[in-house]
């Protein structure tokens, strides 16, 4: 009930026109008592208090309490909202690369006469089609071939490194549930096109109950950023009816903090994903090259650059990361290279790091991640310790977004001192 009061349109825009009328009240207090001085801390004051009244600060107030407020009423699907927008970015950002090549292409071949029926067949909502279609192929792949290696290797890990063997033993757990589930769900759902008895009914969705919740998770996100993809046209007209309205102030405040989410959560993280697939191919081609060097395969290769990739979506530590396990089974393997063996992986650690900070870091990411080390450090740590593994991933493009936003507040207040001046 009391969700549904927050949430009601007419209430907000209650609350919207109570807030105007108290700021209103409140301001015309204050001009009947602040004193006529131009100097000193008072005029300071007064410039201050002339900001806090202005309109300006009052739509900003209200823009950022409801975008607070919609936080925490829907705090337990920041999950989703954060990974659909992920989802929805990046796929986007694909999909208009292909458009963008296909029409040039078009174009260089029928230059004489341009062919604007073959760009509208293979339109942009096709791309976002093929590209959603291809990363579904790509995770049935991964399920159905490179899990069962992928236990294979875990499952001979323990014997080498006892010490780990209860984490690698719960790995080993939940990628045979997923198997397990995929067989499973599989046969059911052929005894359901060939049965109606509703027990098989239960019994499916029973499995469905019982798989990963971040799996769910994902596949919810996956189909609500194709959803908002597809509907995109349609969605942005109606929202910019909120132009026309009372609150075309909400629009253009949630417009900056939209481009604010963009810069800070969109683009790093597709920054981050190129940075990291390159730095697994490279680590991929480097470890097989140092595996025959030293007279056999790499032990562990899937695995290995599984951590790699993963540990690449975290910015400055995840090269350091990766390199411990790399080392550790490496040497465990090649323990006759000796110290040879050692100097060429670090040789081969240090040359993609220096690819990585000097050659892809400042083309693909440019200026947008250049914080000092020691405070890349200290944003990393904060982040861990208040959201765990997700702060690693998100707790750069957090901080991002906390600057840009202080920094667009500054402006407002700048522009509002000059404005105040004249």
């Known amino acids: 009930m009391i969700l549904k009061k927050i949430l009601d349109f007419s209430s907000i825009f209650l609350f919207y026109k109570k807030y105007l009328y108290f700021l209103h009240f409140f301001k015309k207090i204050y001009n009947n008592i602040k004193f006529k001085t131009k100097k000193g801390f008072m005029s300071k004051l007064q410039k201050f208090g002339d900001l806090i009244f202005s309109k300006t600060f009052a739509y900003k107030f209200i823009s950022y309490f409801l975008f607070v407020l919609f936080l925490i009423i829907f705090r337990d699907f920041l999950g989703i909202i954060i990974l659909t927008f992920i989802f929805g970015y990046l796929f986007y950002s694909i999909a208009k690369y292909f458009k963008e090549k296909i029409d040039y292409a078009i174009d260089k071949l029928f230059k004489h006469k341009p062919n604007n029926f073959l760009k509208r067949m293979l339109s942009l909502d096709l791309m976002i089609i093929l590209v959603y279609l291809g990363f579904i192929g790509i995770i049935a792949f991964t399920v159905s071939r490179m899990i069962p290696k992928l236990i294979y290797e875990l499952s001979h890990l323990p014997n080498t490194f006892p010490f780990i063997a209860d984490y690698i033993n719960d790995i080993l757990e939940k990628l045979k549930g997923i198997m397990k589930f995929n067989h499973e769900l599989g046969t059911n759902l052929k005894q359901l ?77 597709k920054a981050q994903a190129t940075i990291a697939l390159v730095n697994t191919i490279l680590t991929t081609i480097g470890l097989i090259l140092i595996g025959y060097m030293n007279g056999g395969p790499y032990p562990f290769l899937l695995t290995l650059s599984l951590i790699v990739f993963l540990a690449g979506f975290i910015p400055v530590l995840g090269t350091f990361i990766s390199s411990v396990p790399i080392l550790i089974i490496g040497y465990t393997a090649f323990s006759e290279a000796g110290i040879r063996f050692i100097i060429e992986v670090i040789i081969l650690i240090s040359v993609i790091h220096f690819i990585e900070a000097y050659l892809l870091n400042p083309k693909i990411v440019s200026k947008i991640l250049s914080l000092p080390v020691s405070i890349t450090f200290v944003i990393l740590i904060f982040s861990e310790k208040l959201f765990g593994i997700a702060g690693l991933l998100l707790g750069i493009s957090l901080f991002y977004f906390i600057v840009g936003i202080l920094s667009d507040i500054d402006r407002t207040m700048e522009k509002k001192k000059l404005e105040l001046k004249e």
């Open 193 to 269: 096109m060939n049965s109606s008895d509703f027990s098989i009914y239960a019994e499916v969705f029973q499995r469905l109950k019982t798989f990963s919740i971040i799996s769910l998770k994902v596949i919810l996100s996956l189909f609500m950023s194709f959803i908002f993809l597809l509907d995109r046209v349609k969605l942005g007209e109606y929202l910019g009816n909120i132009k026309k309205s009372n609150f075309n102030f909400i629009y253009k405040e949630y417009k900056i903090i939209f481009d604010k989410v963009v810069k800070s959560f969109g683009v790093i993280i």
